[in-house]
């Protein structure tokens, strides 16, 4: 099986396994498989129940939802994409724009060890930099990947604060991630200098962490007058 007969294998199946979970799966799926990172993104993925507790302004309880549904779907989701593609995927990280109904998970396969020698140049040094100086400490290992057309990936490692870290000790790891996520999003949005930086105009930003590990994954998404194919 070639790359591109894994990606649409890999699709076909996650749309499906989402539809069983929500009772109604994305309208699209695109996956990219781009050792040693694997993308999945999803369009116009809100279920008839999720688009009523939205209506009701109540985004938050959506997210509690899918996270619930997702344990029990990334494992399957690993299993699957292992048996497809030989790749192990040692993390799965995910996020939603639910104005927008869309969706991405993002793997990746290598260690900590892969990191500790690289110098980052060009375009991949400026998006680094911009990463770091809008968020609230300097990660001390990262890495990007511009993984197809429309999709950019930051990985970060030792990302959290201390004060971070005892929060999520005390089991406030959700309430943290909720507040992140909306202060992380809202300074890239709102940051000419990082838009700047991708092919067409940012549609969306997606962003993860394993408070465990202390790493995260930042996922851009881009319009850049190319069709939706160009993520395939």
Known sequence: MNRKEQEKTIASYTGRVLREQFGKGPEAVYVT????????????????????????????????????????????????????????????????ELPNRSGLMAGTSFTAEAL????????????????????????????????????????????????EMELIRLGFGETLKQAKREVEKKRFYESEPFLSLFDGKVENVFIDWNFEKNTSMIVVVTNNNRSLSSME
Not at 122 to 131: F, N, P, Q, S, T
């Open 116 to 163: 500790k020698e690289r110098q980052p140049e060009g375009v991949e040094a400026d998006v680094l930099e911009l990463v770091a100086a809008h968020t609230e400490v300097k990660p001390q290992r990262t890495a990007y990947k511009k993984v197809n057309q429309r999709t950019f990936l930051v990985y970060r490692e030792e990302c959290l604060l201390q004060a």
């Open 33 to 96: 498989v781009a050792p040693p990172y694997i993308t999945i993104y999803l369009r116009n993925f809100l279920s008839p129940l999720e688009k009523t507790i939205m209506e009701e302004k109540n985004e938050h309880s959506v997210y509690q939802l899918r996270d619930n549904v997702m344990k029990r779907v990334l494992p399957e989701l690993q299993a699957y994409i292992h048996k497809i593609t030989g790749i192990y995927l040692k993390d799965i990280y995910y996020d939603w």
